[in-house]
Nanobody
Framework: QVQLQESGGGSVEAGGSLRLSCAAS????????MGWFRQPPGKEREEVAN???????RYADSVKGRFTISQDNAKNVLYLQMKSLKPEDTAMYYC???????????????????WGQGTQVTVSS
């Protein structure tokens, strides 16, 4: 049974930084795509970054140069380092995984197999 648990969210001022973590358990396949999504209040969930099992990363234009997705395969943890945060980055952030040998971007919510519960990020101006 795959379980994903996000942590690291919080409230910061604009220009600040946060690092989100997604602890994964039950990952039984070597080929996967893992993504970070966010959902602002009243808006659709959108993918902001993903990484495949070869370490290839992709980003939304809105976060390029500010967010970095990475993974610690030994610990089964996915990270999202967020810098120069803006009020428009305020959202619930979710991690997700799909058993696949590739990622595409932006991935749809229906493409991913498993989801975490989310962690809230609030950026004040």
């Amino acid at each position: 049974q795959v379980q994903l648990q996000e942590s690291g969210g919080g409230s910061v001022e604009a220009g600040g930084s946060l690092r989100l973590s997604c602890a994964a358990s039950g990952l039984s396949y070597r080929r996967y795509c893992m993504g970070w999504f966010r959902q602002p209040p009243g808006k659709e969930r959108e993918e902001v970054a993903n990484i495949d099992s070869d370490g290839l990363t992709r980003y939304a234009d809105s976060v390029k140069g500010r967010f970095t997705i990475s993974q610690d395969n030994a610990k089964n943890v996915l990270y999202l380092q967020m810098k120069s945060l803006k009020p428009e980055d305020t959202a619930m952030y979710y991690c997700a995984v799909r058993w696949a040998g590739y990622c595409y971007f932006p991935g749809s919510t229906s493409w991913y197999n498993y989801w975490g519960q989310g962690t809230q990020v609030t950026v004040s101006s």
